[in-house]
């Protein structure tokens, strides 16, 4: 693909976790981890990053011994921060997030909304902050505008965000996926269906038809 010989490309996953993907079902994973090693991936699960270099990486192998894997291209997919915009505007926030009140207001300046991936909202089912997702992020819209409307014409009965968890589907190829959709675990070519009819969803949400017909995905055939 792309006129690079496929025997002269090498791709190694490394995960610091004990497994990839924790979320999800373990026989969603299996099938996804599978689906990729078929494909020529190698997974190294439990091997925590020490060090990015400018010819390779280094990984603890153990915890005495670091390895190394030398590599012309890296990329890294270890986390996700909110804007540094946040810090330099004096905000107390962690990577870029602001632990926000259940209104979406910030503690000490509740004239101030956050939302999205510059907010930090705790998920009381398991005390861990939700993740940072475009479908939260969509969510917290509305009751960010519910709110700032309330807040302008001098109301103080602000409206609780509450997250709604429609689920999430992972992609991995044009048409292979895994995920969880609306309570139901769905892999293979299924899944990639409804994840690019998501994807098409939140564009028309966001930006109306003509950003869905520019942006969205419609190869739905196999
Ligand atoms: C590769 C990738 C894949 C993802 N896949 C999914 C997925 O499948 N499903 C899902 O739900 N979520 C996914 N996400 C997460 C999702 O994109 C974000 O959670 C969501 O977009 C957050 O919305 P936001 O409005 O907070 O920020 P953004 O959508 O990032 O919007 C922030 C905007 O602010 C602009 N901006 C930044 N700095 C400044 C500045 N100083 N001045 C002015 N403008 C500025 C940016 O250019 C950007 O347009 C993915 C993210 C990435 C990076």
Partial sequence: MYDVPREKVRIV?????????????????????GVLEDRGVEFLVGKPVKEA???GVRYAASETEEKEIKA????????????SVIEASGFEAGRGRVKVNHNLTVPGNEEI???????????PA???????????????ADVAAINLAKMVKGD???????????GTVCSIGDNDAIGVVFGKNIKGYPASFM????????????????????????????
Avoid at 198 to 220: N, P
Wanted: glycine letters at 8%; proline letters at 4%; charged letters at 25%.
């Fill in 156 to 166: 103080t009965d602000l409206v609780d965000f509450e997250y709604h968890e429609k």
């Fill in 53 to 55: 270099t400018a010819d």
């Fill in 113 to 123: 909304l956050i939302i999205g991936d510059c907010s930090l909202i705790i998920n």
């Fill in 72 to 83: 012309g291209t890296i990329i890294w997919a270890a986390g996700v921060r909110g804007n």
């Fill in 126 to 140: 398991n005390e861990r902050p939700y993740p940072t997702t475009a479908q939260i992020a969509m969510q917290q």
């Fill in 13 to 33: 996953c490394l995960e610091a976790a004990p497994k990839v993907l924790p979320q999800f079902d373990a026989k969603l994973v299996d099938y996804g981890v």
């Fill in 195 to 222: 994840k690019k009819v998501i994807d098409d969803r939140a564009l028309l949400l966001i930006g109306g038809t003509g950003v869905m017909m520019s942006k969205g995905k419609f190869k739905f055939y196999k």
